[in-house]
């Protein structure tokens, strides 16, 4: 059956008041909304529910309005105030960072979130929050937005991989903790729905302009999403802007990271041990280059001719810019892909990670290529395939081509080589070379002590370049900064909202580090506090003399260790001082262990209630690892972002309803409530009858792998189950994501396995 169109909804532009009378000096003028000139998606990555998004949006309509020379206005989003922590919100994932629209909002941007959902019978309680069957924690829904932090990947295909694992918490972050995770094929249900949104708003105008700005995992999400319709044959995004990816280059890691890889967590249950053989090990840097290549290769093919750039004008595209843009003054984005990458960001910096987020993209690379033996009639050696290696310099800039664009954002201090100044690093300068790290410079000191482990270092490099050496030995170091000029240029805001390590409070914990150990911090938010009571080392423990009537509850009047049975008598006459007629656990204190003193007066080691740990949290500052510096600055947004998003075309996102419809379905929070007492809904997450009520007229004209795709988010959000529509190691995808592994596996390619001839 063919697909049937979208209908053209009719839609009330503008209302404005006026009083009826004769004879009127001069009719009432009502301004008829302009079209946008694009529609542009924002992406989150792991442990995280769209927190930037606001900074974002703010920034990208601020500098379209000075880019374009018209009025744009963002949405609002509930940010937590001071206010909000001095209270406990019940569910504050249902609260704090949504994005809420008003009447007169004008912006292009549509905000996509994604993240995992655990089985109902899989998750625990610990101290009052739920969590996941290996300790992370989930909302009310039982979901975790943007997956676990330890879940990013550093490629393409580990989104089909398992889960990390990760013994005991080995950072010991309580606000950032690393535990065990699932399977992670939520990854790839989520960049199928992103691939499904681009393909929406083209079915709504096929001639429509759109940019991903992404952050962290969510650029390897727009990366795969991108591959999956040029699987199907349709268009990609006109314009990626990729802020801090994990995605690396590099296949080697210490052996302390590999140590820890040797062990696996969870699984998914549409992949089998042969798939995971696949997979199995560092994918090599051929395939991580190689993926890119082709990627940006199918964004540059996908560029739109139409509407001509050169003819885009106030009148004849419906107000889309001023009167007084010039498209000579501007540039034509469509068909490009940025990256923004910081050496200030510690997080990619992970030696397991060493990500092009933190370090760019070289010029030159050394990898072992690696070479499938011909099938001859001999059986394989004991030791099983052995592939030959062959050492071979790569050129990835070269190789990526002419529309890859990089922009270093960064505080760091460079020589000028022109005018012998030291000066900072603007962006947006005519191309030009970047050293990553000079002679004597730490490139770990501006993070706090704890920040610094587990970290690489950048390559150090000759500064200014001696012409003497060898064109390799020259750019060893140094990247190619080749995004276009910005006017004017500007210097990044990495600085943000954070505190000096001068400036924190005595009253908090990071204040018990010396000043040299210390590095910029960053207020707790309520749902990172929520986050921290269920980490281990979350909750606090505090040695105290009981008062008199505490201590009388306890019936042992000799000195020394108390009973179990005793402290749990003095545990309900504290908690019911703390909070009379309240036998809430979440309000509860612990009484872990007692002792008399010879005096008659009793000390014990008594452990915060779950509701005071989330307060104290909400009051507590944690250590800023640059890993959001880029993306949540309005000023850097404002300044470069706007002016490297496509513009062309936004009708999807200029209809009120089609854009209400696409915000829904790039919301994974779309769910069926379970027919129990103990579902009973949650104010802000959509659900399925009243997104039908809203969006039926739309969602019925979706072709059968978007339905799909819709449907199938919707029953994974509800019950924790992932959709069979999802692709696994098989078909033309695997041509485009290249996945070859350090030992030789590749998927795709009838490789032998171990112990076959």
Same mark, same amino acid.
């Given at each position: 059956?063919?697909?049937?169109?979208?209908?053209?909804?009719?839609?009330?532009?503008?209302?404005?008041?006026?009083?009826?009378?004769?004879?009127?000096?001069?009719?009432?003028?009502?301004?008829?909304?302009?079209?946008?000139?694009?529609?542009?998606?924002?992406?989150?990555?792991?442990?995280?529910?769209?927190?930037?998004?606001?900074?974002?949006?703010?920034?990208?309509?601020?500098?379209?309005?000075?880019?374009?020379?018209?009025?744009?206005?963002?949405?609002?989003?509930?940010?937590?105030?001071?206010?909000?922590?001095?209270?406990?919100?019940?569910?504050?994932?249902?609260?704090?960072?949504?994005?809420?629209?008003?009447?007169?909002?004008?912006?292009?941007?549509?905000?996509?979130?994604?993240?995992?959902?655990?089985?109902?019978?899989?998750?625990?309680?610990?101290?009052?929050?739920?969590?996941?069957?290996?300790?992370?924690?989930?909302?009310?829904?039982?979901?975790?937005?943007?997956?676990?932090?330890?879940?990013?990947?550093?490629?393409?295909?580990?989104?089909?991989?398992?889960?990390?694992?990760?013994?005991?918490?080995?950072?010991?972050?309580?606000?950032?903790?690393?535990?065990?995770?699932?399977?992670? %094929?939520?990854?790839?249900?989520?960049?199928?729905?992103?691939?499904?949104?681009?393909?929406?708003?083209?079915?709504?105008?096929?001639?429509?302009?759109?940019?991903?700005?992404?952050?962290?995992?969510?650029?390897?999400?727009?990366?795969?999403?991108?591959?999956?319709?040029?699987?199907?044959?349709?268009?990609?995004?006109?314009?990626?802007?990729?802020?801090?990816?994990?995605?690396?280059?590099?296949?080697?890691?210490?052996? %302390?990271?590999?140590?820890?890889?040797?062990?696996?967590?969870?699984?998914?249950?549409?992949?089998?041990?042969?798939?995971?053989?696949?997979?199995?090990?560092?994918?090599?840097?051929?395939?991580?280059?190689?993926?890119?290549?082709?990627?940006?290769?199918?964004?540059?093919?996908?560029?739109?001719?139409?509407?001509?750039?050169?003819?885009?004008?106030?009148?004849?595209?419906?107000? %889309?810019?001023?009167?007084?843009?010039?498209?000579?003054?501007?540039?034509?984005?469509?068909?490009?892909?940025?990256?923004?990458?910081?050496?200030?960001?510690?997080?990619?910096?992970?030696?397991?990670?060493?990500?092009?987020?933190?370090?760019?993209?070289?010029?030159?690379?050394?990898?072992?290529?690696?070479?499938?033996?011909?099938?001859?009639?001999?059986?394989?050696?004991?030791?099983?395939?052995?592939?030959?290696?062959?050492?071979?310099?790569?050129?990835?800039?070269?190789?990526?081509?002419?529309?890859?664009?990089?922009?270093?954002?960064?505080?760091?201090?460079?020589?000028?080589?022109?005018?012998?100044?030291?000066?900072?690093?603007?962006?947006?300068?005519?191309?030009?070379?970047?050293?990553?790290?000079?002679?004597?410079?730490?490139?770990?000191?501006?993070?706090?002590?704890?920040?610094?482990?587990?970290?690489?270092?950048?390559?150090?490099?000759?500064?200014?370049?001696?012409?003497?050496?060898?064109?390799?030995?020259?750019?060893?170091?140094?990247?190619?900064?080749?995004?276009?000029?910005?006017?004017?240029?500007?210097?990044? &805001?990495?600085?943000?909202?954070?505190?000096?390590?001068? %400036?924190?409070?005595?009253?908090?914990?990071?204040?018990?580090?010396?000043?040299?150990?210390?590095?910029?911090?960053?207020?707790?938010?309520?749902?990172?506090?929520?986050?921290?009571?269920?980490?281990?080392?979350?909750?606090?423990?505090?040695?105290?003399?009981?008062?008199?009537?505490?201590?009388?509850?306890?019936?042992?009047?000799?000195?020394?260790?108390?009973?179990?049975?005793?402290?749990?008598?003095?545990?309900?006459?504290?908690?019911?001082?703390?909070?009379?007629?309240?036998?809430?656990?979440?309000?509860?204190?612990?009484?872990?262990?007692?002792?008399?003193?010879?005096?008659?007066?009793?000390?014990?080691?008594?452990?915060?209630?779950?509701?005071?740990?989330?307060?104290?949290?909400?009051?507590?500052?944690?250590?800023?690892?640059?890993?959001?510096?880029?993306? &949540?600055?309005?000023?850097?947004?404002?300044?470069?972002?706007?002016?490297?998003?496509?513009?062309?075309?936004?009708?999807?996102?200029?209809?009120?309803?089609?854009?209400?419809?696409?915000?829904?379905?790039?919301?994974?929070?779309?769910?069926?409530?379970?027919?129990?007492?103990?579902?009973?809904?949650?104010?802000?997450?959509?659900?399925?009858?009243?997104?039908?009520?809203?969006?039926?007229?739309?969602?019925?004209?979706?072709? &059968?792998?978007?339905?799909?795709?819709?449907?199938?988010?919707?029953?994974?959000?509800?019950?924790?189950?992932?959709?069979?529509?999802?692709?696994?190691?098989?078909?033309?995808?695997?041509?485009?994501?290249?996945?070859?592994?350090?030992?030789?596996?590749?998927?795709?390619?009838?490789?032998?396995?171990?112990?076959?001839?």
């Amino acid at each position: 059956m063919a697909e049937k169109p979208y209908p053209k909804i009719e839609y009330v532009v503008k209302r404005e008041s006026a009083v009826l009378q004769c004879s009127r000096v001069r009719d009432k003028v009502i301004e008829v909304p302009r079209e946008l000139p694009g529609n542009i998606i924002l992406v989150h990555g792991v442990n995280d529910v769209g927190m930037g998004y606001s900074a974002a949006e703010k920034g990208i309509c601020a500098g379209l309005q000075d880019r374009l020379f018209r009025y744009f206005k963002p949405a609002e989003y509930r940010l937590p105030t001071k206010t909000d922590k001095q209270k406990l919100e019940q569910d504050p994932d249902d609260v704090f960072f949504k994005r809420k629209p008003t009447p007169d909002t004008d912006s292009p941007v549509i905000p996509f979130y994604w993240g995992y959902r655990e089985l109902h019978l899989e998750t625990r309680t610990v101290n009052g929050q739920k969590t996941d069957r290996y300790g992370t924690r989930l909302d009310k829904d039982l979901t975790k937005g943007g997956g676990p932090f330890g879940n990013a990947t550093a490629t393409l295909p580990d989104m089909w991989n398992r889960g990390v694992y990760a013994a005991g918490d080995p950072v010991g972050d309580a606000l950032r903790p690393i535990k065990t995770g699932p399977g992670r %094929m939520y990854m790839v249900l989520a960049a199928m729905r992103l691939a499904a949104l681009i393909s929406m708003i083209r079915k709504f105008e096929l001639k429509d302009t759109v940019s991903i700005v992404a952050h962290s995992q969510g650029c390897l999400l727009s990366l795969l999403a991108q591959a999956l319709l040029m699987e199907r044959g349709e268009r990609t995004a006109d314009t990626l802007i990729l802020t801090h990816p994990p995605y690396s280059l590099e296949e080697e890691m210490s052996l %302390m990271m590999k140590g820890l890889t040797f062990f696996r967590g969870g699984k998914d249950a549409a992949m089998t041990e042969a798939d995971y053989e696949l997979l199995d090990g560092r994918q090599s840097m051929h395939a991580r280059l190689q993926t890119l290549v082709n990627i940006v290769a199918g964004v540059a093919k996908s560029k739109a001719g139409a509407p001509a750039f050169s003819k885009i004008n106030e009148s004849d595209n419906g107000g %889309m810019v001023a009167s007084c843009w010039q498209p000579e003054g501007d540039r034509d984005n469509r068909g490009k892909v940025y990256l923004y990458f910081c050496p200030e960001d510690m997080t990619v910096a992970l030696d397991n990670m060493r990500g092009i987020g933190w370090q760019g993209v070289p010029d030159y690379l050394h990898t072992v290529s690696l070479k499938p033996q011909v099938q001859s009639g001999y059986a394989v050696s004991k030791a099983g395939y052995q592939p030959r290696h062959t050492i071979v310099t790569r050129k990835p800039m070269d190789e990526i081509g002419t529309s890859f664009f990089q922009r270093v954002f960064t505080a760091k201090l460079r020589l000028d080589p022109h005018t012998g100044k030291t000066v900072p690093v603007l962006i947006g300068q005519s191309p030009h070379d970047f050293a990553l790290c000079v002679k004597d410079e730490d490139g770990h000191a501006h993070v706090a002590a704890s920040a610094r482990s587990l970290r690489e270092k950048l390559p150090v490099a000759t500064w200014p370049i001696n012409q003497t050496d060898k064109p390799e030995a020259q750019r060893w170091g140094i990247r190619r900064i080749n995004g276009e000029p910005l006017h004017p240029p500007y210097k990044a &805001d990495l600085r943000g909202n954070q505190i000096a390590p001068d %400036m924190i409070p005595a009253s908090s914990r990071l204040a018990q580090a010396p000043l040299n150990k210390r590095g910029p911090s960053e207020e707790v938010d309520p749902i990172t506090a929520a986050i921290a009571v269920t980490a281990t080392g979350g909750m606090d423990t505090n040695l105290e003399e009981l008062s008199p009537a505490v201590a009388a509850a306890c019936v042992d009047t000799k000195p020394g260790r108390l009973s179990k049975l005793e402290c749990q008598r003095m545990q309900a006459v504290y908690n019911e001082a703390k909070h009379p007629n309240d036998a809430s656990p979440d309000n509860s204190y612990t009484i872990l262990s007692a002792s008399r003193r010879k005096d008659g007066t009793v000390v014990a080691y008594v452990m915060e209630s779950p509701n005071a740990a989330r307060k104290r949290w909400q009051h507590e500052l944690g250590e800023k690892s640059f890993h959001s510096a880029i993306y &949540d600055s309005p000023a850097n947004h404002r300044n470069v972002t706007a002016y490297d998003v496509a513009i062309g075309s936004g009708k999807a996102s200029s209809h009120p309803q089609f854009h209400a419809y696409l915000c829904a379905v790039a919301d994974w929070r779309l769910k069926k409530p379970a027919k129990t007492k103990y579902d009973k809904g949650r104010i802000g997450v959509l659900t399925w009858d009243k997104f039908m009520a809203k969006y039926g007229a739309y969602y019925e004209c979706e072709s &059968d792998w978007r339905l799909q795709i819709i449907k199938g988010n919707v029953d994974y959000y509800s019950d924790g189950t992932l959709p069979k529509c999802l692709p696994v190691l098989t078909g033309g995808l695997w041509e485009i994501v290249v996945s070859e592994t350090t030992t030789g596996m590749r998927v795709g390619q009838a490789i032998p396995r171990k112990g076959q001839a």
